[in-house]
């Protein structure tokens, strides 16, 4: 980090541990001042530039050859990481205890449509000569909340899938929903049944929608029939076709077990002291962004992909002593291929199992929170992954279940498939 001013001592402690937010800080006292060849060897003076240290500019503050050591810095400066320990939140923040009430969404409605689409010209004259097309534009978006107001109780309950499909639990038991139109016969199997498909396979029921649907009771001692951490997939048999197992949509952790290549679905489903819970209230919306973009994998000083309570307890402070107050996250969804940088998506309600567990990046996020730093995660909507074995690709064995059939739904630049957002299942599946 950079020098602190003269005069200006460094930032107060607080405590903190992993998955433990810090309380507000207190000061500590200002360091000692220590000699200038422990502050260069802090620093990294110690270490030659590479190609040897005769070679090149010398690197500003080392020692001229043959020569007397120079000052780093402020007399008595001592460089210091920035840690959860010394960073205090951000200037201005207003942290406060968690004030979200589970139930916050349930009446919420979307204000109803009112203008005729045209705002945007207003702020770009430019726009003027495509009013045309723009019109039709809206004409399309309205059409299509008319519609989900009309038979899906709003755009808000439109919006939140992921409360009945895929795997939800209550009190009784397990249910899974599924889409699969192309679909005659769908069965879950995994690890707690011992991968059958036959007779001990849990087959599914198919309405007219092509929605699955299977109910699971708990078990006579009234633990669920899928254990938390349990590998699932689903089979599904075409027709006219081969049948083809798939990791399920809507799932919430996919795992590349070591030495696999295919990832494998996860039922995660923690039990209550596995859970993390927010701590910390959402920031109020800054006035203005000041945005640090972050790749978690890639934000160790170390050669390994960095996990999320890394990131929390090493990169948050950094960023927060930078003075940002907007943290984006790229590659939060699941990918098979590393190197795409997260925007193959596989899994969509998948967090990266390579660097940690959804609760550990709920952790992450409240850390951000406690110091008064909004979250904004990169998530991609408009293609998927190409993959059919780990991802949604070629789904229930049909070409355009998701995606545009044909040219149209395939990205040769990118070798992924393009959503066909004309899909009301598909719509549904984004904006959730």
Known sequence: PPPLPAGVPPPPVSAG????????????????????????AAAGGGRAAPGGPSQGNPIPGSSPAGGVALQVGPQGFVPITPTRANTKPIYGAVIAPIN??????????????TTD????????????QHTGHLAYRWSKYCAMRDAIDANEGGLEKFSRGYETMGFTRNAEGI??????PNAKSACLFGDFNAWSTGDQGVWMTKND????????PNKPDGSPVIPHGSRVKLHLEVEGGDPVDRIPAWIKMAVQAPGEIPFNGIYYDPPPEEQYHFKYA?????????????????????????SYV?????????????????????AIQEHAYY????????????VSSRCGTPDELKYLIDTAHSYGITVLMDIVHSHASSNSLDGINQFDGSNGQYFHDGPQGYHWMWDSRCFNYGSWEGVRFLLS
């Not at 689409?117 to 003027?128: A, I, K, N, Q, S």
């Not at 002593?321 to 790229?330: A, D, E, F, I, S």
């Open 339 to 350: 190197a795409c940088f997260g925007y193959h998506v596989t899994n969509f309600f998948a």
């Open 310 to 330: 890394e990131f929390a307890d090493d990169v948050i402070p950094r960023i927060a002593q930078l003075g940002y107050n907007t943290v984006q996250l790229m």
């Open 17 to 40: 541990t992993a998955m433990n937010p810090p309380p507000p800080p207190e000061p500590v006292p200002v360091p000692v001042p220590v000699p200038v060849a422990a502050v260069a």
């Open 117 to 128: 689409g045209m705002g945007v010209c207003m702020l770009d004259g430019t726009l003027h």
């Open 209 to 216: 929608y092509g929605l699955f649907e299977v109910f699971m």
């Open 282 to 306: 959402r920031p109020p919306t800054p006035p203005e962004l000041r945005i640090y973009e972050a790749h978690v994998g890639m934000s160790s000083t170390e050669p390994k992909i960095n």
């Open 175 to 180: 249910t899974y929903r599924e889409w699969a």
């Open 100 to 113: 979200e009430p589970a139930d916050r969404f349930v009446n919420f409605e979307y204000p109803p449509i």
